[in-house]
């Protein structure tokens, strides 16, 4: 296989032994420490365009979540752990306690936004601020289902079926079904993938043409229609809430553009501190609108 470019020149590459396996990561800047967690159908490579600019003022870590890039794809267990939010978010501490970090700030696109605010319910002590990209709670997703939000969001059905039944409609189809979703994210016309950059792509597409990758993906949203949503409801019936400060921001053609109520309204459900805004582009915000997602996660940063 050619080999990949790097596209976080400078930048330290690490791998940590977690509770989830081998998390790699690559670390770059100097500053405050910032966790940056991508998601699906992507890897670290998806901030190459947003960490520099966060990088001037802040230590950056970004990592791949387990199954993902280039970490350790473990066998899943019944609960399909390491997969579920709360384990990936376990093993992202670990990695940043190693790196000497007690306290950090947490952004989080898509499943990575997932991660960020489960961990951040769990480990309240160690997140000064949380940032999701362009998503709402995993429960409040379920919540609101109907046959508009089904067609919208049917992969988060059909990933989380029983194995092997998603996995074997992607074995000959992964590299396909990535340039689906990254072309039916963006603002773009379909089959458009110019935002992205070429050598971003190879990565991603390099990744999801491993069957246990494949896998990997398809345990992230069986956990996120079953444990995920578990620890969701314990929280809420619980009165748990998200003491951290919160910035949400979203794609105007984004996934929760399309909900009835703003998402600043949904997330101040979740958390006591929320603010937000809307971003001129769809779902893939640091890749889309790098400059537009920076400005505002700067101030919030530094606030």
């Avoid at 199954?67 to 670990?94: C, F, I, Q, T």
Wanted: charged share 25%; net charge negative.
């Amino acid at each position: 296989m050619t080999p990949l470019d790097d596209l976080f020149p400078g930048y330290d590459s690490v791998v940590v032994p977690t509770s989830a396996g081998a998390i790699s990561a690559r670390v770059g800047g100097s500053g405050s420490p910032v966790l940056l967690i991508h998601g699906h159908p992507q890897t670290g490579v998806m901030y190459h365009r947003l960490a520099p600019r966060l990088a001037v003022s802040h230590t950056v870590v970004v990592p791949d979540l387990p199954g993902y890039g280039e970490s350790e794809a473990r066998e899943p267990d019944a609960a399909h752990g390491p997969y579920d939010k709360r384990s990936m978010g376990n093993a992202l501490v670990e990695v940043m306690h190693s790196l000497g970090h007690d306290r950090f700030a947490v952004i989080g696109h898509d499943r990575g936004g997932r991660v960020a605010y489960r961990l951040t319910l769990d480990h309240p002590e160690n997140v000064t601020k949380l940032s999701v990209l362009d998503i709402v709670p995993t429960l409040e997703v379920w919540d609101s289902w109907d046959r508009e939000r089904g067609m919208q969001l049917y992969h988060w059905t059909m990933l989380a079926q029983q194995s092997p039944i998603p996995e074997t409609l992607l074995k000959d189809s992964s590299v396909d079904w990535l340039n689906l979703i990254l072309s039916w994210g963006t603002t773009g016309t379909f089959g458009d993938y110019s935002v992205f950059d070429e050598r971003a792509l190879d990565h991603y597409r390099a990744f999801i043409r491993q069957p246990d990758r494949i896998r990997a993906i398809c345990e992230d949203y069986r956990a996120g229609a079953t444990t995920d949503t578990e620890h969701d409801e314990a929280d809420r019936a619980a009165g748990k809430m998200i003491q951290a400060p919160v910035l949400v921001l979203w794609g105007v053609r984004g996934v929760p553009a399309n909900h009835d109520v703003t998402p600043v309204d949904i997330w101040r459900r979740w958390a006591v501190d929320v603010r937000g805004e809307a971003l001129r582009c769809g779902h893939f915000l640091p890749e889309e609108a790098p400059e537009a997602t920076a400005e505002p996660l700067l101030r919030f940063l530094s606030d």
